[in-house]
C-alpha cells in the first residue's frame, strides 16, 4: 500500500493540503520529515543494529533506529514508533539533540538521543531491516570505520565522541 507523507518547508512547518507520496518525487523547496535516534544504555553503552543484507548499505552497522515520519505523525511520535518497530523499545524518554535540513536528500533530519535501562539481551529485531545488534562503548564507536559505519554523521550528536 502507499506510504504518505506529510511536507514541510525549510522551517519543519507542515504545508498544509500538500501530500507526499515514498518513491515519488519531491517537489523543489519541499522536505520529507526523518526522526533519527541513538539509544544509550545506562551503562554508557550505543546500541547498534545491523542492516538486513539485502537492504541499501547491507550490511553495515547504523548507530540509530529510526525512519519516515507517516502523514500527521509528528517527529517525536515518529522516532518512538520506529524505535519500536526497530529493536521493540518502548519509551519517552528522547531529548532532541539535533535538525539537519539535507538540501540534496529533501529530508529534514530530527536526531533525538533515548536513555534506556532496559535488558540489554531484550532487543527485538524488526524482519526484513535489521540482522544484528550490539552494545558498543563510545570508544568502540568512534574507532569504527567509514566501511562498517552507514550512519557517519551520527557521530557529531554523541557527546563522548567529539
Known amino acids: 500500500e502507499m506510504e504518505l507523507w506529510d511536507a514541510y518547508d525549510a522551517h519543519l512547518n507542515v504545508i498544509a493540503g500538500q501530500v507526499l507520496v515514498r518513491g515519488e518525487k519531491i517537489p523543489k523547496g519541499v522536505y520529507h ?25 547491507g550490511g553495515m552497522w547504523e ?35 539535533g535538525r539537519v535540513l539535507h538540501q540534496r536528500h529533501q529530508t529534514y533530519y530530527v536526531n533525538y538521543l533515548c536513555h534506556t535501562d532496559v535488558d540489554k539481551e531484550s532487543i527485538v529485531l524488526q ?20 566501511e562498517e559505519l552507514a550512519t557517519q554523521r551520527i557521530q557529531n550528536f554523541i557527546e ?3
Open 33 to 57: 520529515l526523518v526522526s533519527e535516534v541513538i539509544v544509550r544504555h545506562q551503562d554508557g553503552t550505543y546500541l547498534l543494529t545491523q542492516r538486513n543484507p539485502r537492504k541499501n548499505l
Open 63 to 97: 548507530a540509530t533506529a529510526g525512519g519516515s515520519a507517516l502523514q500527521g505523525e509528528s517527529p517525536l511520535e515518529c522516532v518512538k514508533r520506529e524505535l519500536r518497530e526497530e529493536t521493540g523499545i518502548l519509551t519517552d524518554d528522547f531529548i532532541e539533540v
Open 127 to 146: 524482519e526484513g531491516e535489521t540482522s544484528a545488534y550490539k552494545w558498543v562503548t563510545a570508544e568502540e564507536l568512534r574507532q569504527m570505520s567509514r
Open 160 to 162: 563522548e565522541l567529539s
